[in-house]
């Protein structure tokens, strides 16, 4: 996925432990999303970035914070891990806001918590 | 209720056949309308888009858009083994997105 990188591919982690997964971006586009996926749920967004140090919550953000210190990373931080946060979490970026570009999404982080 | 609902499928056809994924909604403040395909283990990619009613054409794929009944149509024309993946819908009022759960199609050879 040209212009937008997500680490680490693949991570298993226990139950209680601070996680945190990165997305880098060299698009400079100023709009950054988390989403998690998990069958039957489809895509659901965690948090959002409008700008540096300026984010916000989405539909399901508890247990979960996120930082943006620079334009190009963007930190989804998972406090103490649970088994229901196993899932595949996607970083998108957007130019704008939905319309017109829509979304570009990385190639995913696929955690699982034990 | 989901805000948007999408048939999980999987949709099973041979190729070559016209395959119709579709989406309803219930947020009438949704204007603009996408579908994303995605392929196993992979990110979702942009794949149409739609502003409002209408239909839009791009090769063999055409979405169409009837905002009265809430209802969001994908259509791919000589449906090929390489078009067997996840199509999800999206749709939003500008500022964020709303997703379908998506459709799994499977196109034999």
């Known amino acids: 996925d040209a212009g937008i990188t997500q680490s680490p591919r693949h991570k298993v982690t226990e139950t209680g432990t601070p996680v945190t997964l990165r997305c880098h971006q060299t698009e400079n586009h100023r709009y950054m999303y988390w989403y998690r996926q998990d069958p039957g749920h489809g895509l659901r967004l965690i948090h959002y970035s409008y700008g540096v140090k300026d984010t916000d919550k989405g539909e399901v953000s508890d247990g979960y914070s996120v930082s943006r210190s620079k334009t190009e990373d963007f930190l989804l931080t998972l406090e103490s891990a649970t088994s229901s946060q196993t899932s595949v979490y996607f970083c998108a970026i957007s130019e704008s806001p939905g319309a017109n570009y829509g979304y570009t999404f990385g190639s995913g982080t696929r955690l699982t918590v034990v | 209720q989901k805000e948007v609902e999408q048939d999980p499928g999987p949709l099973s056809v041979p190729e070559g056949a016209i395959v119709s994924l579709n989406c309803t909604y219930s947020?009438?403040?949704?204007?603009?309308f996408m579908w994303y395909r995605q392929y196993s283990r992979k990110g979702p990619e942009l794949l149409m888009y739609?502003?409002?009613?209408g239909n839009k054409e791009d090769g063999r794929f055409t979405a169409q858009v009837d905002k009265s009944s809430k209802y969001i149509s994908l259509f791919i024309r000589d449906s090929q083994p390489s078009d067997s993946a996840t199509y999800l819908c999206a749709m939003g009022p500008g500022n964020m997105l709303t997703f379908g759960g998506g459709t799994r199609l499977m196109v034999k050879p």
């Open positions: 947020n009438s403040a949704f204007q603009y």
């Open positions: 739609t502003y409002s009613s």
